[in-house]
């Protein structure tokens, strides 16, 4: 069956999700086919989390030029998201007198008030544990620090609030002309979809959909980054995000705290086949020689994890979104490399426009629904903790202790859509085995609640991907007295 | 119940130690004890160890390890302790106010003695940074103890064990019962870091492989775990290179250390050691901070369960007889030869043992006490391993007669291998 939508958006990483969010503002049909079992798969969910201020920008570019579009975002979509921002500030650290020049380019650009250029004396105050060895510092104020997770599945629950369709597992293979719009063939025989226009976000897969409408897209090179996960005990130890001078081909290894209070140190820029997320002996040792330019005595004896991450590079460094030149109504994003996270909302604004151009008439609904966070019990006070029992005594049922999350959380994760139906989907949503015991203590408790609760059979219980099953079937007792009861 | 509670004891963590201290401290006459626990059961990991072995010195008879718990939780349930499940603590402080939640609200506790009894964490992939992707198929084993055993989930067909620790031991065996292909253990030292017993009777017995002085060098698998590389080492523990092989698995299971969970003792400005990375405790188990004791696992982790409750009933006791402590005289640092010792400090030399682990296995040991240059005690024994710690009581050293610093060797022939 034909299912018909005004617009389809391929790819729920963060832009998929921002575009798609967006759009549900307007009077159009929506839907988002995501290839993986939850949004924030793929290039999202493993980078930096850095909201880069105006100061980062890279003038003359479009990447350049949807930053800044999507800098004002930030505040403005906060109440209708509901989304948490850690406004650290940010120092970028000089080592030597050459790189002054680099800081007063940062200022300039900044065009900051607050923002100022340190001494060394003043540097320390801010950043005590920071290096011997640096000779100034640039003090940006606005940078924050952000989960890509939270900020993604804001996106997606605030589209789903507002009409958005989500499919989860659905990789896409083909476009034909249908007399009603274009026609996207999926893996699945029974899932055949027709849009009138088509956003394809689907990051590393970009350039292969755009391949399949006939269009020539120069191929991405993937680029792998390191990093390192140090444990909460460490927060406080680096307070602001820290940069190095960029290289020409990154913006370096970073020490940043994250809104969680871990510090996350990384990455590298390492040239790798696509979908290569492997942590490597030496890309592990280049981070931290790296970061310890920045910080001499970073505790990395506190390390809970490792992780890479995946960035999508055009040979012109930039952002390349164009229309399909087969179907005119396709749009493809390709490129979306740092700072792909902060540029989010402008991407989503911009796509907007372009497929205003095309036809799509953007006229506001009548009632937009906000998304409010659920609470936070990590971070409720006692009082609120209290209040919450009453209403319901899963808020009193702890089931991860590293992170205080509660049953009720991880019900919320279960049954909010986009809702989880894997172990990393709720670890995305609640922060469940993302802390110092990474799931040794509980994650028997969230697959037994997936299994009580969504009434999953022990095949069901996935890591991630639809091939990372967890468990391979029951104990030999199990199966006979399972056996015995037949 | 009140949103407030003034308690005499309470004890946080109802494993071995926790149901131990809280036991002998009502025994001791505490008149309102409170033993909290954060899962819907007293017992901690006991539960899950299905597996005889444990008891023999505290009951005089081998039990299983759900066996060894219902035997505390029955004398508990003799006494007037008042055990609260689903109750976890997030919030201690030095002046022994504890907050709780629980499905039934918020509770502030206001203690004169707090029992920290709260064990420990078994060590993660990420903790010891194996390269690689990060696919299902790996866990610590405790954790795929609990899914075999409480749950009865298997978590896979073809398993890599990292760490020739007990409980890598015994889910090697575990395993093999349901049918799981035990492809190798995999053990970085050039010796067993489990009980002799347990390599007996988990390895020779069902004639599965134990790598020495190797180790696992990277994680191969998109989704599911498909296999490991496995290295030689050197004497640094760093892999030999041309060593490395692929082995086939879908499974790995990392045995390979335990952390004491402190995270909530330094919320009340307990001071860690950072060779047990538990608190400094004397032969009390009291710590450094007036009105806290720590015993069992959290203080430094133990060989034996029996070694946990014994230690935890000497903490119960002393918690609750709130008698004012007295100077610590010996302070005792860990030299050549020996890993770790606990308790690390020492009041009155007249009571405690003390538990010794030496740093690697050797024949016709000696363990020597020296106060500066000065050796004053000799103890032999004659064999001893990193996974069995030696028992000394405290009152048979002939402790100098002035305090002060401590230094304990140990010297011996070096035993390579099992």
Same mark, same amino acid.
């Given at each position: 069956?034909?299912?018909?939508?005004?617009?389809?958006?391929?790819?729920?990483?963060v832009?998929?999700?921002?575009?798609?969010w967006?759009?549900?503002? =307007?009077e159009?049909?929506?839907?988002?086919?995501?290839?993986e079992?939850?949004?924030?798969?793929?290039?999202?969910?493993?980078?930096?989390?850095?909201?880069?201020?105006?100061s980062?920008?890279?003038?003359?570019?479009?990447?350049?030029?949807l930053?800044?579009?999507?800098?004002?975002?930030?505040?403005?979509?906060?109440?209708?998201?509901? =989304?948490?921002?850690?406004?650290?500030?940010?120092?970028?650290?000089?080592?030597?007198?050459d790189? &002054?020049?680099?800081?007063?380019?940062?200022?300039?650009?900044?065009?900051?008030?607050?923002?100022?250029? &340190?001494?060394p004396?003043?540097?320390?105050?801010l950043?005590?544990n920071?290096?011997?060895n640096?000779?100034?510092?640039?003090?940006d104020?606005?940078?924050a620090?952000?989960?890509p997770?939270?900020?993604?599945?804001?996106?997606?629950e605030?589209?789903?609030?507002?009409?958005?369709?989500?499919?989860?597992?659905?990789?896409?293979?083909?476009f034909?002309?249908?007399?009603?719009?274009?026609?996207?063939?999926?893996?699945t025989?029974?899932?055949?979809?027709?849009?009138?226009?088509?956003?394809?976000?689907?990051g =590393?897969?970009?350039p292969?959909?755009?391949?399949?409408?006939?269009?020539?897209?120069?191929?991405?090179?993937?680029?792998?980054?390191?990093?390192?996960?140090?444990d909460?005990?460490t927060?406080?130890?680096?307070?602001?995000?820290?940069?190095?001078?960029?290289?020409?081909?990154?913006?370096?290894?970073?020490?940043?705290?994250?809104?969680?209070?871990?510090?996350l140190?990384?990455?590298?820029?390492?040239?790798?086949?696509p979908?290569?997320?492997?942590?490597?002996?030496q890309?592990?040792?280049e981070?931290?020689?790296?970061?310890?330019?920045?910080?001499?005595?970073?505790?990395?004896?506190?390390?809970?994890?490792? =992780?890479?991450?995946?960035?999508?590079?055009?040979?012109?460094?930039d952002?390349?979104?164009?229309?399909?030149?087969r179907?005119?109504?396709?749009?493809h994003?390709?490129?979306?490399?740092?700072?792909?996270?902060?540029?989010?909302f402008?991407?989503?604004?911009?796509?907007?426009?372009?497929?205003e151009?095309?036809?799509?008439?953007?006229?506001?609904k009548?009632?937009?629904?906000?998304?409010?966070?659920?609470?936070?019990?990590?971070?409720?006070?006692?009082?609120?903790?209290?209040?919450?029992?009453t209403?319901?005594?899963?808020?009193g049922?702890?089931?991860?202790?590293?992170?205080?999350?509660?049953?009720?959380?991880?019900?919320?994760?279960?049954?909010?859509?986009?809702?989880?139906r894997?172990?990393?989907?709720?670890?995305?949503?609640?922060?469940?085995?993302?802390?110092?015991?990474?799931?040794?203590?509980?994650?028997?408790?969230?697959?037994?609640?997936?299994?009580a609760?969504?009434?999953?059979s022990?095949?069901?219980?996935?890591?991630?991907?639809?091939?990372?099953?967890?468990?391979v079937?029951?104990?030999?007792?199990?199966?006979?007295?399972?056996?015995?009861?037949? | $119940?009140?949103?407030?509670?003034?308690?005499?004891?309470?004890v946080?963590?109802?494993?071995?130690?926790? $149901?131990?201290a809280?036991?002998?401290?009502?025994?001791?006459?505490?008149?309102?004890v409170?033993?909290?626990e954060?899962?819907?059961?007293?017992?901690?990991?006991?539960?899950?160890?299905?597996?005889?072995?444990?008891?023999?010195?505290?009951?005089? @008879?081998?039990?299983?390890?759900?066996?060894?718990?219902?035997?505390?939780?029955?004398?508990?349930?003799?006494?007037?302790?008042q055990?609260?499940?689903?109750?976890?603590?997030?919030d201690?402080?030095?002046?022994?106010?504890?907050r709780?939640?629980?499905?039934?609200?918020?509770?502030?506790?206001?203690?004169?003695?707090?029992?920290?009894?709260?064990?420990?964490?078994e060590?993660t992939?990420g903790?010891?940074?194996?390269?690689?992707?990060?696919?299902?198929?790996?866990?610590?084993?405790?954790?795929?103890?609990y899914?075999?055993?409480?749950?009865?989930?298997?978590?896979?067909?073809?398993?890599?064990?990292?760490?020739?620790?007990?409980?890598?031991?015994? $889910?090697?065996?575990?395993?093999?019962? @349901?049918?799981?292909?035990?492809?190798?253990?995999?053990?970085?030292?050039?010796?067993?870091?489990?009980?002799?017993?347990?390599?007996?009777?988990?390895?020779?017995?069902?004639?599965?492989?134990?790598?020495?002085?190797?180790?696992?060098?990277?994680?191969?698998?998109?989704?599911?775990?498909?296999g490991?590389?496995?290295?030689?080492?050197?004497?640094?523990?760093?892999?030999?290179?041309?060593?490395?092989?692929?082995l086939?698995?879908?499974?790995?299971l990392?045995s390979?250390?335990?952390?004491?969970?402190?995270?909530?003792?330094?919320k009340?400005?307990?001071?860690?050691?950072?060779i047990?990375?538990?608190?400094?405790?004397?032969?009390?188990?009291?710590?450094?901070?007036?009105?806290?004791?720590?015993?069992?696992?959290?203080?430094?982790?133990f060989d034996?369960?029996?070694?946990?409750?014994?230690?935890?009933?000497k903490?119960?006791?002393?918690?609750a007889?709130?008698?004012?402590r007295?100077?610590?005289?010996?302070?005792?640092?860990?030299?050549v030869?020996?890993?770790?010792?606990?308790?690390?400090?020492?009041?009155?030399?007249?009571?405690?043992?003390?538990?010794?682990?030496?740093s690697?296995?050797f024949?016709?040991?000696?363990?020597?006490?020296r106060?500066?240059?000065?050796?004053?005690?000799?103890?032999?024994?004659?064999?001893?391993r990193?996974?069995?710690?030696?028992?000394?009581?405290?009152?048979?050293?002939?402790?100098?007669? @002035?305090?002060?610093?401590?230094?304990?060797?140990i010297?011996?022939?070096?035993?390579?291998?099992?």
């Amino acid at each position: 069956m034909k299912k018909r939508y005004d617009v389809i958006i391929l790819g729920g990483g963060v832009v998929g999700c921002a575009v798609a969010w967006y759009l549900s503002h =307007f009077e159009c049909s929506i839907l988002v086919l995501e290839k993986e079992l939850d949004v924030c798969c793929g290039i999202s969910k493993a980078n930096t989390g850095i909201i880069h201020s105006r100061s980062y920008y890279t003038p003359e570019t479009m990447k350049g030029e949807l930053h800044l579009r999507s800098l004002p975002w930030f505040h403005q979509a906060q109440d209708e998201l509901d =989304f948490h921002l850690a406004r650290t500030g940010a120092l970028t650290v000089a080592l030597s007198p050459d790189d &002054l020049a680099y800081l007063r380019l940062l200022q300039e650009r900044g065009q900051c008030p607050e923002a100022e250029i &340190l001494g060394p004396k003043d540097t320390q105050e801010l950043e005590p544990n920071i290096s011997e060895n640096m000779v100034a510092a640039y003090y940006d104020p606005q940078t924050a620090v952000i989960s890509p997770f939270r900020l993604t599945l804001a996106l997606a629950e605030g589209a789903v609030l507002n009409g958005v369709d989500f499919v989860f597992n659905v990789p896409v293979i083909d476009f034909h002309s249908d007399d009603r719009g274009i026609g996207i063939e999926t893996e699945t025989e029974t899932d055949y979809y027709v849009a009138h226009w088509v956003v394809n976000s689907t990051g =590393f897969s970009a350039p292969a959909l755009a391949e399949k409408c006939g269009d020539g897209v120069p191929p991405l090179q993937a680029y792998r980054g390191e990093y390192y996960v140090l444990d909460k005990e460490t927060r406080g130890y680096v307070k602001h995000v820290l940069y190095p001078v960029p290289t020409s081909l990154s913006k370096g290894i970073l020490v940043s705290p994250t809104p969680e209070g871990n510090i996350l140190v990384g990455p590298n820029f390492e040239p790798v086949k696509p979908g290569d997320t492997s942590t490597t002996v030496q890309g592990l040792a280049e981070v931290k020689i790296g970061a310890q330019k920045l910080v001499h005595h970073l505790p990395f004896d506190r390390t809970i994890q490792i =992780f890479a991450g995946i960035r999508s590079v055009l040979p012109e460094r930039d952002f390349h979104i164009f229309f399909s030149h087969r179907f005119s109504n396709i749009v493809h994003l390709c490129g979306i490399e740092s700072p792909g996270l902060t540029a989010s909302f402008g991407i989503a604004e911009y796509v907007g426009e372009l497929l205003e151009k095309r036809g799509l008439n953007l006229v506001h609904k009548a009632h937009f629904n906000l998304r409010k966070n659920a609470p936070i019990f990590s971070e409720c006070s006692w009082e609120e903790r209290e209040r919450l029992i009453t209403q319901d005594p899963d808020w009193g049922r702890l089931v991860c202790r590293c992170e205080e999350v509660t049953l009720a959380e991880v019900k919320r994760a279960l049954f909010v859509p986009p809702s989880a139906r894997t172990i990393d989907g709720l670890k995305r949503r609640t922060r469940v085995t993302a802390g110092r015991c990474q799931g040794s203590f509980c994650e028997m408790h969230l697959l037994s609640t997936m299994i009580a609760l969504l009434g999953f059979s022990e095949n069901d219980i996935r890591k991630s991907g639809i091939h990372s099953h967890c468990l391979v079937g029951e104990t030999r007792e199990e199966r006979e007295s399972y056996a015995t009861r037949h | $119940m009140p949103r407030d509670i003034e308690a005499e004891v309470v004890v946080i963590g109802g494993g071995p130690a926790g $149901m131990a201290a809280a036991h002998s401290a009502w025994e001791q006459g505490a008149k309102s004890v409170f033993l909290l626990e954060r899962e819907k059961y007293l017992g901690g990991i006991l539960n899950q160890c299905i597996h005889p072995g444990f008891g023999l010195q505290v009951f005089g @008879e081998e039990l299983t390890g759900p066996e060894y718990a219902s035997r505390y939780i029955e004398k508990l349930g003799k006494t007037g302790v008042q055990v609260m499940t689903e109750t976890a603590v997030l919030d201690l402080e030095p002046s022994r106010t504890i907050r709780t939640v629980c499905p039934r609200g918020v509770h502030e506790f206001h203690a004169r003695s707090v029992i920290l009894s709260m064990g420990c964490r078994e060590k993660t992939r990420g903790m010891i940074m194996i390269p690689g992707t990060r696919p299902a198929g790996i866990y610590t084993a405790g954790l795929a103890q609990y899914l075999v055993n409480i749950e009865g989930y298997l978590p896979g067909r073809k398993v890599v064990i990292l760490g020739s620790g007990d409980i890598g031991l015994i $889910m090697a065996r575990r395993l093999s019962l @349901e049918g799981v292909t035990v492809e190798a253990v995999v053990e970085v030292r050039n010796s067993l870091s489990g009980l002799v017993r347990n390599y007996v009777q988990c390895l020779l017995d069902f004639d599965l492989p134990l790598l020495l002085s190797h180790t696992v060098t990277g994680i191969v698998g998109k989704e599911r775990l498909e296999g490991v590389l496995v290295s030689q080492v050197d004497e640094r523990w760093h892999p030999v290179p041309g060593t490395e092989r692929f082995l086939e698995c879908d499974t790995l299971l990392l045995s390979v250390g335990l952390i004491p969970e402190n995270e909530i003792s330094q919320k009340a400005g307990i001071s860690l050691s950072p060779i047990s990375r538990g608190p400094y405790v004397d032969e009390t188990f009291a710590t450094d901070v007036d009105g806290f004791y720590a015993c069992g696992n959290v203080a430094s982790v133990f060989d034996l369960v029996d070694y946990v409750t014994f230690v935890s009933q000497k903490a119960g006791e002393a918690a609750a007889s709130h008698r004012p402590r007295g100077k610590v005289r010996f302070v005792l640092q860990v030299g050549v030869g020996t890993g770790l010792v606990i308790p690390q400090r020492i009041r009155n030399i007249e009571e405690g043992i003390l538990f010794i682990r030496p740093s690697q296995g050797f024949r016709e040991t000696q363990i020597i006490f020296r106060k500066r240059d000065e050796v004053f005690a000799r103890k032999k024994t004659p064999i001893c391993r990193p996974s069995e710690m030696i028992r000394i009581d405290i009152p048979s050293i002939p402790w100098p007669p @002035e305090g002060g610093e401590v230094t304990i060797e140990i010297t011996g022939n070096p035993i390579q291998g099992i």
